[in-house]
């Protein structure tokens, strides 16, 4: 009797241990609402640009033509993140990233490019443009009409 009585009593200091321990830890991530959370419209540009130069940064097996000089994907996606950062306030859509910072040089006023393995040249803005179409729309965003 003693001992089902310890057993219960451990069983039970240990349930209670279990539910301060979730409740501590699961409640404050739970949402408050249960409506999503909508998303405004400078974040998901800003989403939308980041997607851009991770587009760059996954093309392992192209070169980009700048200047006349071939770069493989880190070092062009790195060299986007410089110009966009250079860009500050100008750069308020994705649109405005593929025109001042992904187009072309600001120095030569020669288009990027991306070159294929198998030789394809594409400009850079309309591979960009591509990957913009192409954008899924996160959830959370408010519908246009």
């Known amino acids: 009797m003693q001992r ?5 009593t451990r069983r039970g200091v240990l349930m209670r241990a279990a539910l301060c321990i ?11 609402s249960s ?6 419209p400078q974040e998901i540009e800003q989403q ?3 997607y851009l130069i991770g587009a760059i940064a996954d093309l392992k097996d192209a070169r980009f033509l700048r200047n006349g000089v071939e770069y493989d994907a880190p070092r062009a996606a790195n060299h986007l993140r410089l110009k966009l950062r250079y860009a500050g306030d100008h750069v308020k859509t994705a649109e405005d990233f593929i025109a001042y910072c992904a187009t ?3 120095m030569s006023g020669e288009k990027y490019r991306i ?7 594409i400009d850079s803005a309309t591979f960009l ?3 913009l179409a192409a954008y899924p729309v996160p959830q959370g965003t ?4």
């Not at 979730?22 to 408050?32: C, E, I, K, S, Y």
């Not at 408010?142 to 009409?145: G, L, N």
């Open 115 to 121: 070159k294929f393995n198998d030789g394809q040249l």
């Open 22 to 32: 979730f409740f501590l830890t699961g409640l404050p991530t739970a949402p408050v």
């Open 4 to 8: 089902a009585l310890a057993t219960v």
């Open 142 to 145: 408010p519908h246009p009409f």
């Open 35 to 40: 409506q999503p959370a909508v998303i405004s």
């Open 104 to 106: 072309g040089s600001s």
């Open 129 to 131: 443009r591509d990957k």
């Open 48 to 50: 939308k640009i980041q």
